[in-house]
C-alpha cells in the first residue's frame, strides 16, 4: 500500500484503458504501472492518462514489490497463464471475464490460489452497471417477490471484433467472450445452475471470416429448485434499435413484480405490487389489476451515462470498472471475498463448458458431472 491507497499495476492496455480510468479516479487506489507488449501503445495511454512509466515486459510489471494487485486485460487465451504468474508473484489479481475458456487449468489455478493466500477476482462488468445494480438491489429488498423466471441477453451485432487477430486464435468463440455476460447475470440469480440445454447457428456472416462458431445462440438453465432462466445471445447478425431492445438485458419475472434492466440507455423498468396493500385489497388487486396498485415505472440513469462511458462511443464502460474496483477494495479491506471469485468464475466457466456440449449432442447437460470430469468437486 501506498499512502493507505492500495497500489494496481495494469497489463493489456485495450480494455485496461478503462481500469487505468478508474484507479485514477478512485479514493482507494493508486496506479503502479502499465504493461503492454505493444510499446505504441504503452506510450498512447501514457499520452492520454499523462503517465510517466510503462513497461513492455508483464516479468517486470511483476517483480515491482510496491504493486499489491494486478489488473488483467489481455486476450481471453492468456487469462490462466497471467493469473498464475500474478499468483506466484504474490499480488491479489482482477481479470477481466471469462476467467479461462475451459477447465483443463481450472483445478491447478485454483489450488495455486488457495495457496497464495491472495484473492482473484473476475471483472464480471455487467454486473456493475447502473440499471442492472438498481435491479439487484430492488428485488434483494423483496420488491418483485419469489423469483419465478429469468430471461437474460446479450445481443449486438458485433462483427466488427474480428478485425482482432486473436478472435482467430484458437480458443475464440461468441459465447466466451460475448455471451459470458448474459450467462453471468443468470447464474447470479440462480447460483445453484445443475443442468442446461440449447441451439446454436454458425450464421453464414461468420463463416465469411473464416470462423466455424455458433454466432447464435439460445439456452435453458435450471437450478436444482426447478427454477429456469433462458439466456440468449446473437452477435453476427443486425439487431434492433436499442429504443426496441437493449443489447444487454435481464427480466426478473417475480410473484409480485416484473423488472427489466437494460444497457446502454441506462434504463430500468418495473412493475411491482405495492407492499403497503392491506391484506384485504391485495387478492383483488391480483384478479383485477386496477392500475392504482402497482408502481409502473421506467427508471432512467441518464445523468450517470458519463460516469459509466467515459471515452468517445459506449464500448468502453469505465464505470463499471470504478464500482468493480472500489467494491473490491472494500471487501479487502473488510476481509471479505469479493465475488465473482476464482471459484465461482471457474463454476460459471463449467456452466458455459455444459452449455458448448449441448449444442453439439444436442441433449441437456449437468454441471456436476463437468465439474467432476476435471476434478473440480
Ligand atoms: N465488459 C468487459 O468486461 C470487457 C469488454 C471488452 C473486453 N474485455 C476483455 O478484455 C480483454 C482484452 O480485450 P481487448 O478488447 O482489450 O483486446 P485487445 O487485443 O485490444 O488488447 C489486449 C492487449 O493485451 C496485450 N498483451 C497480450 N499479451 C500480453 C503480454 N504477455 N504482456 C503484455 N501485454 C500483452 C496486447 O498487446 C493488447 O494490446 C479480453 O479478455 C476481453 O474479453 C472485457
Redesign the pocket.
Known amino acids: 500500500m501506498k499512502d493507505n491507497k492500495f497500489v494496481l499495476g495494469v ?6 484503458r478503462s481500469i487505468i480510468s478508474a484507479i485514477l479516479n478512485s479514493e482507494y487506489y493508486t496506479l503502479g504501472n502499465i ?4 510499446e505504441e ?1 504503452c506510450k498512447l495511454r501514457c499520452e492520454e492518462f499523462h503517465l510517466e512509466r510503462y513497461t513492455t515486459s ?1 516479468e517486470e510489471l511483476l517483480r515491482d514489490e510496491a504493486i499489491d494487485i494486478i489488473g488483467i ?4 487465451q ?2 490462466a497463464a497471467h493469473i498464475r504468474q500474478a499468483l506466484l508473484a504474490g499480488k491479489h489479481v482482477i481479470c ?3 476467467v479461462l475458456l475451459g477447465l483443463t487449468e481450472a483445478k491447478e489455478l485454483l489450488e495455486c490460489q488457495q495457496k497464495s493466500g491472495k484473492k482473484v477476482f473476475i ?1 464480471q ?1 455487467t454486473r456493475f452497471f447502473e440499471s442492472v445494480l438498481q435491479q439487484r438491489k430492488s428485488y434483494e429488498a423483496g420488491v418483485l417477490g419469489e423469483l419465478v423466471t429469468l430471461e437474460t441477453h446479450y445481443k449486438s451485432d458485433s462483427r466488427w471484433f474480428l478485425d ?1 487477430p ?1 478472435s482467430k486464435k484458437a480458443g475464440f468463440s461468441w459465447m466466451y ?1 460475448f455471451m459470458i ?1 448474459a450467462v453471468d447475470l443468470a447464474v447470479w440469480y440462480l447460483p445453484d445452475i445443475e443442468e442446461v440445454f440449447g441451439y446454436g447457428v454458425v450464421s453464414s456472416n461468420t463463416k465469411e471470416f473464416g470462423l466455424n462458431v455458433e454466432d447464435t445462440l439460445t439456452f435453458l438453465v435450471k437450478d436444482k429448485s426447478g427454477i429456469y432462466a433462458t439466456v440468449e445471445g446473437a452477435y453476427a447478425t443486425p439487431c434492433l434499435n436499442k429504443e426496441i431492445e437493449f443489447p444487454i438485458e435481464c427480466t426478473i419475472r417475480g410473484t409480485k413484480g416484473i423488472s427489466r434492466g437494460g444497457y446502454n440507455q441506462l434504463v430500468m423498468y418495473q412493475k411491482s405490487l405495492k407492499d403497503s396493500l392491506p391484506e384485504d385489497k391485495k387478492c383483488y388487486a391480483l384478479d383485477a389489476e386496477p392500475e392504482e396498485f402497482f408502481e409502473d415505472k421506467t427508471y432512467r440513469y441518464d445523468d450517470k451515462h458519463p460516469y459509466y462511458f467515459r471515452f468517445e462511443g459506449e464500448t468502453h ?1 469505465a464505470g463499471e470498472y470504478q464500482n468493480y474496483i472500489d467494491y473490491f477494495a472494500k471487501a479487502l479491506l473488510a476481509g471479505e471475498t469479493p465475488l465473482p471469485d476464482l471459484k465461482e468464475g471457474i463454476h460459471t466457466i463449467a456452466i458455459m463448458e455444459a452449455m458448448g456440449r449441448s449444442l453439439h449432442t444436442g441433449a441437456p447437460v449437468k454441471v456436476e458431472r463437468i465439474l467432476s470430469e476435471y476434478g473440480i468437486i
Do not use: I
Open positions: 497489463v493489456g492496455l485495450g480494455e485496461g504493461c503492454d507488449l505493444n501503445l508483464y486485460y489481455t486476450p481471453d492468456f487469462h477481466t471475464k471469462p471483472g462488468s482482432r486473436w467472450n455476460h464502460h
